[in-house]
Protein backbone atom coordinates (compact mmCIF):
# COMPACT_ATOMS: atom_id res chain seq x y z
CA UNK A 1 0.00 0.00 0.00
CA UNK A 2 1.00 3.08 -0.89
CA UNK A 3 2.60 5.83 2.40
CA UNK A 4 0.68 8.43 2.94
CA UNK A 5 3.01 10.68 5.39
CA UNK A 6 0.40 13.74 7.15
CA UNK A 7 0.94 15.73 9.75
CA UNK A 8 -1.95 16.99 12.47
CA UNK A 9 -3.96 19.29 10.56
CA UNK A 10 -4.26 17.33 7.40
CA UNK A 11 -4.69 13.80 9.22
CA UNK A 12 -8.83 14.26 7.84
CA UNK A 13 -7.59 13.94 4.40
CA UNK A 14 -6.57 10.51 4.72
CA UNK A 15 -9.46 8.55 4.20
CA UNK A 16 -10.28 10.56 0.50
CA UNK A 17 -6.31 9.99 -0.60
CA UNK A 18 -6.41 6.16 0.56
CA UNK A 19 -9.77 5.87 -1.85
CA UNK A 20 -7.59 7.57 -4.47
CA UNK A 21 -4.72 5.63 -4.32
CA UNK A 22 -6.05 2.17 -3.85
CA UNK A 23 -4.66 0.11 -6.32
CA UNK A 24 -1.02 1.44 -6.47
CA UNK A 25 2.11 -0.46 -5.35
CA UNK A 26 3.76 0.06 -2.14
CA UNK A 27 6.78 2.01 -3.65
CA UNK A 28 5.30 5.29 -3.76
CA UNK A 29 4.69 7.98 -1.36
CA UNK A 30 2.26 10.74 -0.33
CA UNK A 31 4.67 13.36 1.68
CA UNK A 32 3.34 16.27 4.17
CA UNK A 33 4.17 18.80 1.62
CA UNK A 34 1.60 17.00 -1.29
CA UNK A 35 4.69 15.83 -3.84
CA UNK A 36 3.96 12.21 -4.81
CA UNK A 37 7.33 10.64 -4.94
CA UNK A 38 8.74 7.16 -5.25
CA UNK A 39 9.95 5.82 -2.17
CA UNK A 40 13.54 4.82 -3.85
CA UNK A 41 14.87 6.86 -6.39
CA UNK A 42 14.59 4.83 -9.63
CA UNK A 43 17.07 4.20 -11.57
CA UNK A 44 17.91 6.11 -15.09
CA UNK A 45 16.23 4.05 -17.83
CA UNK A 46 19.31 5.39 -19.90
CA UNK A 47 22.72 4.20 -18.01
CA UNK A 48 21.38 2.43 -15.48
CA UNK A 49 22.47 4.96 -12.13
CA UNK A 50 20.74 5.95 -9.36
CA UNK A 51 18.69 9.14 -9.78
CA UNK A 52 18.55 12.09 -7.89
CA UNK A 53 15.30 14.12 -6.49
CA UNK A 54 15.14 17.23 -8.18
CA UNK A 55 12.06 19.02 -6.89
CA UNK A 56 8.67 18.37 -8.80
CA UNK A 57 6.05 19.73 -11.42
CA UNK A 58 2.84 20.66 -11.34
CA UNK A 59 -0.10 18.94 -13.49
CA UNK A 60 -3.41 20.42 -13.23
CA UNK A 61 -6.49 19.30 -14.60
CA UNK A 62 -8.96 23.02 -15.59
CA UNK A 63 -11.70 23.13 -13.06
CA UNK A 64 -10.98 19.60 -11.31
CA UNK A 65 -7.31 19.75 -9.59
CA UNK A 66 -3.56 19.31 -9.57
CA UNK A 67 -0.80 16.99 -8.55
CA UNK A 68 2.77 17.88 -7.73
CA UNK A 69 4.71 14.84 -9.34
CA UNK A 70 8.29 14.05 -8.04
CA UNK A 71 10.93 14.49 -10.72
CA UNK A 72 14.26 13.22 -10.65
CA UNK A 73 17.78 13.87 -12.47
CA UNK A 74 20.26 11.46 -13.22
CA UNK A 75 23.89 12.79 -12.24
CA UNK A 76 25.25 10.98 -14.82
CA UNK A 77 24.10 11.71 -18.32
CA UNK A 78 21.03 14.18 -16.67
CA UNK A 79 18.09 12.57 -17.86
CA UNK A 80 14.68 13.38 -15.82
CA UNK A 81 12.38 11.38 -14.79
CA UNK A 82 9.16 12.02 -13.13
CA UNK A 83 6.80 9.94 -11.05
CA UNK A 84 4.15 7.52 -12.63
CA UNK A 85 0.82 9.42 -12.23
CA UNK A 86 -1.08 6.59 -14.78
CA UNK A 87 -3.86 6.88 -11.52
CA UNK A 88 -4.79 10.71 -11.95
CA UNK A 89 -5.30 9.86 -15.99
CA UNK A 90 -7.72 7.09 -15.08
CA UNK A 91 -9.19 9.49 -12.17
CA UNK A 92 -10.08 12.20 -14.98
CA UNK A 93 -11.45 8.99 -17.00
CA UNK A 94 -13.74 8.16 -14.38
CA UNK A 95 -15.25 11.85 -14.18
CA UNK A 96 -15.76 12.44 -18.02
CA UNK A 97 -17.34 8.84 -17.97
CA UNK A 98 -19.71 9.97 -15.15
CA UNK A 99 -19.84 13.78 -16.33
CA UNK A 100 -20.90 12.33 -19.94
CA UNK A 101 -24.25 10.00 -17.99
CA UNK A 102 -25.26 13.53 -16.11
CA UNK A 103 -24.84 15.23 -19.65
CA UNK A 104 -26.91 12.32 -21.18
CA UNK A 105 -29.60 12.82 -18.62
CA UNK A 106 -30.14 16.28 -18.82
CA UNK A 107 -30.40 16.46 -22.34
CA UNK A 108 -32.88 13.62 -22.51
CA UNK A 109 -34.36 15.30 -20.40
CA UNK A 110 -34.87 18.52 -23.35
CA UNK A 111 -32.03 21.03 -21.55
CA UNK A 112 -30.33 22.99 -23.86
CA UNK A 113 -26.77 23.39 -23.96
CA UNK A 114 -26.77 27.01 -22.27
CA UNK A 115 -29.06 24.88 -19.62
CA UNK A 116 -26.63 21.96 -19.54
CA UNK A 117 -23.70 24.65 -19.38
CA UNK A 118 -25.46 26.47 -16.04
CA UNK A 119 -26.24 23.25 -13.99
CA UNK A 120 -22.80 22.19 -14.85
CA UNK A 121 -21.44 24.93 -13.57
CA UNK A 122 -22.31 24.45 -9.43
CA UNK A 123 -20.12 21.38 -10.16
CA UNK A 124 -17.65 21.72 -13.30
CA UNK A 125 -18.05 24.89 -15.24
CA UNK A 126 -18.16 24.63 -18.48
CA UNK A 127 -18.98 26.50 -21.63
CA UNK A 128 -22.21 26.02 -23.86
CA UNK A 129 -19.76 25.11 -26.81
CA UNK A 130 -17.44 22.53 -24.65
CA UNK A 131 -20.86 20.74 -23.32
CA UNK A 132 -22.07 20.33 -26.91
CA UNK A 133 -18.45 18.80 -27.48
CA UNK A 134 -18.57 16.63 -24.36
CA UNK A 135 -22.07 14.98 -25.19
CA UNK A 136 -21.46 14.41 -28.70
CA UNK A 137 -18.10 12.95 -27.95
CA UNK A 138 -19.95 10.79 -24.72
CA UNK A 139 -23.12 9.39 -27.11
CA UNK A 140 -20.13 8.42 -30.46
CA UNK A 141 -17.84 6.35 -27.84
CA UNK A 142 -20.69 4.46 -25.80
CA UNK A 143 -22.62 1.77 -27.55
CA UNK A 144 -25.81 1.01 -27.94
CA UNK A 145 -26.73 -2.00 -27.91
CA UNK A 146 -29.54 -3.15 -30.40
CA UNK A 147 -32.59 -5.13 -28.37
CA UNK A 148 -32.37 -8.59 -30.51
CA UNK A 149 -36.02 -10.29 -29.30
CA UNK A 150 -35.24 -13.87 -27.66
CA UNK A 151 -36.83 -17.40 -28.76
CA UNK A 152 -38.45 -18.51 -31.87
CA UNK A 153 -41.27 -15.72 -32.52
CA UNK A 154 -40.30 -12.09 -32.88
CA UNK A 155 -42.50 -9.64 -31.74
CA UNK A 156 -41.70 -6.54 -33.87
CA UNK A 157 -42.83 -2.47 -34.25
CA UNK A 158 -42.06 -0.42 -36.89
CA UNK A 159 -43.52 3.15 -37.85
CA UNK A 160 -42.12 6.41 -39.17
CA UNK A 161 -41.93 9.67 -37.62
CA UNK A 162 -41.97 13.10 -39.62
CA UNK A 163 -38.85 15.36 -38.01
CA UNK A 164 -38.45 18.90 -39.32
CA UNK A 165 -34.96 19.50 -38.86
CA UNK A 166 -33.91 23.35 -40.19
CA UNK A 167 -36.91 23.93 -42.05
CA UNK A 168 -36.93 20.64 -44.27
CA UNK A 169 -38.64 17.81 -43.34
CA UNK A 170 -36.79 14.81 -42.29
CA UNK A 171 -37.91 10.81 -41.66
CA UNK A 172 -37.12 8.86 -38.46
CA UNK A 173 -37.50 5.01 -39.22
CA UNK A 174 -37.83 2.56 -36.16
CA UNK A 175 -38.01 -0.73 -35.37
CA UNK A 176 -38.50 -1.55 -31.75
CA UNK A 177 -38.51 -4.51 -29.96
CA UNK A 178 -42.34 -4.81 -28.62
CA UNK A 179 -41.32 -7.15 -25.46
CA UNK A 180 -38.31 -4.60 -24.33
CA UNK A 181 -39.30 -1.81 -25.70
CA UNK A 182 -36.30 -0.91 -26.66
CA UNK A 183 -35.09 -0.56 -30.82
CA UNK A 184 -33.54 -2.78 -32.25
CA UNK A 185 -32.66 -0.15 -35.67
CA UNK A 186 -32.93 3.57 -35.56
CA UNK A 187 -32.26 6.18 -38.54
CA UNK A 188 -32.60 9.67 -40.16
CA UNK A 189 -33.08 9.60 -43.35
CA UNK A 190 -34.04 12.61 -45.90
CA UNK A 191 -36.27 10.80 -48.25
CA UNK A 192 -38.83 8.16 -47.30
CA UNK A 193 -39.41 5.87 -50.14
CA UNK A 194 -40.44 2.07 -50.33
CA UNK A 195 -37.05 1.59 -51.18
CA UNK A 196 -35.52 3.30 -48.08
CA UNK A 197 -37.43 1.64 -45.73
CA UNK A 198 -36.75 -2.04 -47.60
CA UNK A 199 -33.03 -1.53 -47.06
CA UNK A 200 -33.48 0.04 -43.69
CA UNK A 201 -34.73 -3.29 -42.39
CA UNK A 202 -33.05 -5.15 -44.01
CA UNK A 203 -29.92 -3.61 -42.99
CA UNK A 204 -31.34 -3.86 -38.89
CA UNK A 205 -33.02 -7.53 -39.21
CA UNK A 206 -31.83 -11.11 -39.41
CA UNK A 207 -35.35 -12.82 -39.95
CA UNK A 208 -33.12 -16.12 -39.90
CA UNK A 209 -33.52 -17.60 -36.71
CA UNK A 210 -37.38 -16.77 -36.26
CA UNK A 211 -40.02 -19.14 -36.92
CA UNK A 212 -42.33 -16.36 -37.29
CA UNK A 213 -42.30 -12.81 -37.42
CA UNK A 214 -45.18 -10.48 -36.20
CA UNK A 215 -44.97 -6.58 -37.12
CA UNK A 216 -47.35 -4.08 -36.25
CA UNK A 217 -47.22 -1.06 -38.25
CA UNK A 218 -49.81 1.46 -39.56
CA UNK A 219 -52.23 1.21 -42.59
CA UNK A 220 -49.56 2.76 -45.14
CA UNK A 221 -50.45 0.53 -48.03
CA UNK A 222 -46.79 -0.13 -49.10
CA UNK A 223 -45.76 -1.76 -45.88
CA UNK A 224 -47.38 -5.06 -47.02
CA UNK A 225 -45.09 -5.59 -50.19
CA UNK A 226 -42.01 -4.24 -48.46
CA UNK A 227 -42.19 -6.91 -45.54
CA UNK A 228 -43.77 -9.74 -47.55
CA UNK A 229 -40.31 -9.32 -49.79
CA UNK A 230 -38.23 -9.49 -46.46
CA UNK A 231 -40.03 -11.98 -44.22
CA UNK A 232 -41.58 -14.31 -46.73
CA UNK A 233 -44.43 -16.53 -45.34
CA UNK A 234 -42.96 -16.32 -41.78
CA UNK A 235 -44.37 -12.83 -41.77
CA UNK A 236 -47.15 -12.21 -39.60
CA UNK A 237 -48.57 -8.50 -40.42
CA UNK A 238 -50.51 -6.61 -37.82
CA UNK A 239 -52.51 -3.45 -39.05
CA UNK A 240 -52.46 -1.15 -36.45
CA UNK A 241 -56.10 -0.88 -34.81
CA UNK A 242 -55.17 2.72 -33.18
CA UNK A 243 -54.55 4.08 -36.19
CA UNK A 244 -57.82 2.72 -38.32
CA UNK A 245 -59.98 4.58 -34.86
CA UNK A 246 -58.00 7.55 -35.95
CA UNK A 247 -58.87 7.40 -39.46
CA UNK A 248 -62.82 6.52 -38.36
CA UNK A 249 -62.53 9.29 -35.81
CA UNK A 250 -61.63 11.90 -38.46
CA UNK A 251 -64.78 11.15 -40.69
CA UNK A 252 -66.96 12.47 -38.43
CA UNK A 253 -67.07 16.07 -37.37
CA UNK A 254 -67.24 17.22 -33.82
CA UNK A 255 -70.68 18.74 -34.47
CA UNK A 256 -72.12 15.92 -36.22
CA UNK A 257 -75.57 14.57 -35.27
CA UNK A 258 -75.94 11.82 -32.78
CA UNK A 259 -76.61 9.49 -34.96
CA UNK A 260 -73.38 10.03 -36.83
CA UNK A 261 -71.89 9.84 -33.65
CA UNK A 262 -73.64 6.57 -33.26
CA UNK A 263 -72.51 5.14 -36.40
CA UNK A 264 -68.87 6.07 -35.19
CA UNK A 265 -69.03 4.49 -32.66
CA UNK A 266 -70.45 0.90 -34.37
CA UNK A 267 -67.39 0.39 -36.91
CA UNK A 268 -65.20 1.24 -33.53
CA UNK A 269 -67.26 -1.79 -31.53
CA UNK A 270 -66.32 -4.36 -34.49
CA UNK A 271 -62.83 -4.96 -32.79
CA UNK A 272 -62.71 -2.99 -29.56
CA UNK A 273 -65.98 -4.42 -27.45
CA UNK A 274 -67.64 -0.75 -27.00
CA UNK A 275 -71.17 -2.35 -26.30
CA UNK A 276 -72.00 0.00 -23.22
CA UNK A 277 -71.12 3.14 -25.33
CA UNK A 278 -73.66 2.02 -28.25
CA UNK A 279 -76.27 1.47 -25.85
CA UNK A 280 -76.35 4.89 -24.32
CA UNK A 281 -75.61 6.20 -27.27
CA UNK A 282 -78.89 4.65 -29.02
CA UNK A 283 -81.12 5.58 -26.38
CA UNK A 284 -79.99 9.51 -27.07
CA UNK A 285 -80.91 8.86 -30.77
CA UNK A 286 -84.31 7.85 -29.95
CA UNK A 287 -84.39 11.39 -28.25
CA UNK A 288 -82.87 13.21 -30.71
CA UNK A 289 -85.54 11.72 -33.23
CA UNK A 290 -88.61 13.26 -31.30
CA UNK A 291 -87.09 17.03 -31.17
CA UNK A 292 -87.53 17.95 -35.00
CA UNK A 293 -89.43 20.92 -33.72
CA UNK A 294 -86.63 22.47 -32.03
CA UNK A 295 -84.74 24.78 -35.05
CA UNK A 296 -81.22 23.82 -36.03
CA UNK A 297 -79.36 26.14 -33.22
CA UNK A 298 -81.03 24.59 -29.92
CA UNK A 299 -80.74 21.13 -31.76
CA UNK A 300 -76.95 22.08 -32.21
CA UNK A 301 -76.70 22.98 -28.46
CA UNK A 302 -78.79 20.04 -26.83
CA UNK A 303 -76.54 17.43 -29.06
CA UNK A 304 -73.22 19.15 -27.58
CA UNK A 305 -75.11 18.62 -24.01
CA UNK A 306 -75.66 15.71 -24.49
CA UNK A 307 -72.36 14.22 -26.03
CA UNK A 308 -71.00 15.87 -22.59
CA UNK A 309 -72.67 14.06 -20.52
CA UNK A 310 -71.81 10.43 -22.25
CA UNK A 311 -68.61 11.46 -22.17
CA UNK A 312 -68.60 11.84 -18.72
CA UNK A 313 -70.81 8.67 -18.12
CA UNK A 314 -68.01 6.60 -20.76
CA UNK A 315 -65.61 7.97 -18.46
CA UNK A 316 -66.77 7.03 -15.17
CA UNK A 317 -68.33 3.53 -16.22
CA UNK A 318 -64.59 2.48 -17.48
CA UNK A 319 -63.14 -0.43 -15.63
CA UNK A 320 -60.57 -3.47 -15.92
CA UNK A 321 -62.58 -5.19 -18.47
CA UNK A 322 -64.18 -2.51 -20.57
CA UNK A 323 -62.78 -2.01 -24.24
CA UNK A 324 -61.62 -5.62 -24.77
CA UNK A 325 -60.66 -6.87 -27.87
CA UNK A 326 -62.86 -9.18 -29.61
CA UNK A 327 -62.34 -12.86 -30.83
CA UNK A 328 -61.87 -13.10 -34.73
CA UNK A 329 -65.37 -14.62 -35.23
CA UNK A 330 -67.14 -11.96 -33.27
CA UNK A 331 -65.10 -8.81 -34.59
CA UNK A 332 -66.12 -10.29 -38.43
CA UNK A 333 -69.84 -10.78 -37.39
CA UNK A 334 -69.67 -6.79 -36.10
CA UNK A 335 -68.69 -6.04 -39.24
CA UNK A 336 -71.24 -7.76 -41.09
CA UNK A 337 -73.75 -5.96 -38.85
CA UNK A 338 -72.42 -2.64 -39.66
CA UNK A 339 -72.37 -3.64 -43.43
CA UNK A 340 -76.51 -4.18 -43.03
CA UNK A 341 -76.89 -0.69 -43.64
CA UNK A 342 -73.84 -0.24 -46.61
CA UNK A 343 -75.88 1.25 -49.28
CA UNK A 344 -77.32 3.53 -46.99
CA UNK A 345 -74.54 4.67 -45.67
CA UNK A 346 -72.12 8.06 -46.86
CA UNK A 347 -69.76 7.30 -49.55
CA UNK A 348 -66.89 8.07 -47.39
CA UNK A 349 -67.99 5.42 -44.52
CA UNK A 350 -68.70 2.89 -47.11
CA UNK A 351 -65.08 2.98 -48.19
CA UNK A 352 -63.76 2.39 -44.82
CA UNK A 353 -66.16 -0.61 -44.32
CA UNK A 354 -64.80 -1.74 -47.28
CA UNK A 355 -60.92 -0.76 -46.16
CA UNK A 356 -61.70 -2.79 -43.22
CA UNK A 357 -63.45 -5.96 -45.41
CA UNK A 358 -60.32 -6.06 -47.90
CA UNK A 359 -57.41 -5.76 -44.38
CA UNK A 360 -59.95 -7.77 -41.91
CA UNK A 361 -56.66 -10.55 -41.90
CA UNK A 362 -54.28 -7.78 -41.23
CA UNK A 363 -56.92 -6.60 -38.57
CA UNK A 364 -57.23 -9.58 -36.88
CA UNK A 365 -53.82 -11.21 -36.92
CA UNK A 366 -53.68 -10.15 -33.27
CA UNK A 367 -54.86 -13.37 -32.01
CA UNK A 368 -52.35 -15.69 -34.14
CA UNK A 369 -49.64 -15.21 -31.70
CA UNK A 370 -49.99 -15.23 -27.78
CA UNK A 371 -49.39 -11.42 -26.28
CA UNK A 372 -49.62 -9.92 -29.45
CA UNK A 373 -50.04 -6.30 -29.75
CA UNK A 374 -53.36 -5.24 -31.58
CA UNK A 375 -52.05 -1.23 -32.00
CA UNK A 376 -48.36 0.26 -32.76
CA UNK A 377 -49.03 2.04 -29.21
CA UNK A 378 -45.57 0.98 -27.77
CA UNK A 379 -43.53 2.72 -30.88
CA UNK A 380 -45.93 5.84 -30.42
CA UNK A 381 -44.78 5.81 -26.71
CA UNK A 382 -41.62 5.76 -27.68
CA UNK A 383 -41.45 8.87 -30.17
CA UNK A 384 -43.62 10.68 -27.73
CA UNK A 385 -40.82 10.74 -25.18
CA UNK A 386 -37.70 10.67 -27.59
CA UNK A 387 -38.66 13.53 -29.50
CA UNK A 388 -40.92 15.97 -27.56
CA UNK A 389 -41.77 19.42 -28.75
CA UNK A 390 -38.81 20.69 -26.75
CA UNK A 391 -36.55 18.26 -28.40
CA UNK A 392 -37.45 18.32 -31.69
CA UNK A 393 -37.27 22.38 -32.22
CA UNK A 394 -33.47 21.67 -30.49
CA UNK A 395 -32.92 19.22 -33.71
CA UNK A 396 -30.61 21.02 -36.39
CA UNK A 397 -28.99 18.86 -37.80
CA UNK A 398 -29.78 14.94 -39.18
CA UNK A 399 -26.53 13.99 -37.32
CA UNK A 400 -27.72 16.14 -33.94
CA UNK A 401 -31.01 14.11 -34.24
CA UNK A 402 -29.37 10.83 -34.43
CA UNK A 403 -26.91 12.06 -31.67
CA UNK A 404 -30.01 13.39 -29.67
CA UNK A 405 -32.22 9.62 -30.54
CA UNK A 406 -29.10 7.30 -29.82
CA UNK A 407 -29.28 8.91 -26.14
CA UNK A 408 -32.19 8.27 -25.12
CA UNK A 409 -31.85 4.76 -26.44
CA UNK A 410 -29.32 4.11 -24.32
CA UNK A 411 -30.53 5.66 -21.12
CA UNK A 412 -33.80 3.55 -21.93
CA UNK A 413 -31.72 0.15 -22.05
CA UNK A 414 -29.81 1.13 -18.99
CA UNK A 415 -33.23 1.41 -17.69
CA UNK A 416 -34.74 -1.91 -18.37
CA UNK A 417 -31.22 -3.82 -17.32
CA UNK A 418 -31.84 -1.95 -13.81
CA UNK A 419 -35.62 -3.03 -13.92
CA UNK A 420 -34.14 -6.84 -15.31
CA UNK A 421 -31.46 -6.74 -12.21
CA UNK A 422 -28.67 -7.24 -14.78
CA UNK A 423 -27.15 -3.20 -13.56
CA UNK A 424 -26.83 -1.61 -10.51
CA UNK A 425 -29.53 1.06 -9.80
CA UNK A 426 -26.89 4.03 -8.84
CA UNK A 427 -23.21 4.60 -9.69
CA UNK A 428 -20.65 2.47 -7.81
CA UNK A 429 -19.07 6.11 -7.18
CA UNK A 430 -20.72 9.85 -7.44
CA UNK A 431 -18.87 12.64 -9.32
CA UNK A 432 -18.55 14.44 -5.94
CA UNK A 433 -16.00 11.25 -4.78
CA UNK A 434 -14.25 11.35 -8.17
CA UNK A 435 -13.66 15.12 -7.86
CA UNK A 436 -12.69 15.92 -4.01
CA UNK A 437 -9.76 13.59 -3.90
CA UNK A 438 -8.48 15.46 -6.99
CA UNK A 439 -8.44 19.02 -5.59
CA UNK A 440 -7.18 17.96 -2.17
CA UNK A 441 -4.01 16.47 -3.83
CA UNK A 442 -3.16 20.07 -5.48
CA UNK A 443 -3.88 21.42 -2.31
CA UNK A 444 -2.75 19.94 1.37
CA UNK A 445 -3.32 21.87 4.57
Not at 177 to 188: D, F, Q, R
Not at 381 to 399: A, D
Amino acid sequence: MISILSTLQNFGLFQPLKTLFHGLSNSYEYSENGVLRYTENPKCIDCGSIMNQNGYNIITKRHIGSIKVGKYLCPICNTIHHTDVSFWKEQNGLITEVMGKLLMCLKNGGDSYRRMAQISGFILPFKKSTMFSKFSEIVELTESTPSIPQGKIAILNFDEEYLKIAGKWRYRLTLLNYKTKIPIAEKVVKNLTNEIIRDFLKSSFNPAPYEKIFVVTDLKPGYKEILKSLFGEKLIHQYCIFHLYQLICKEFSKSSSLSEFLLQYKLMNIFYDYEMEVLQIEKKVHEEKKLNELDKKELKCWIKIQKEELYAYFFNSRNNDSKKLRDPVEAYYKMLQVAEEYDELPVNIQKRIDMIDDSILNFLAYRSIPDAPATNNAIEGYFSVTTNPILKRQMKTIEGAERSIKSYAIERTSHYLIKKGTEKVTPQITLLELIIPLRILGNPI
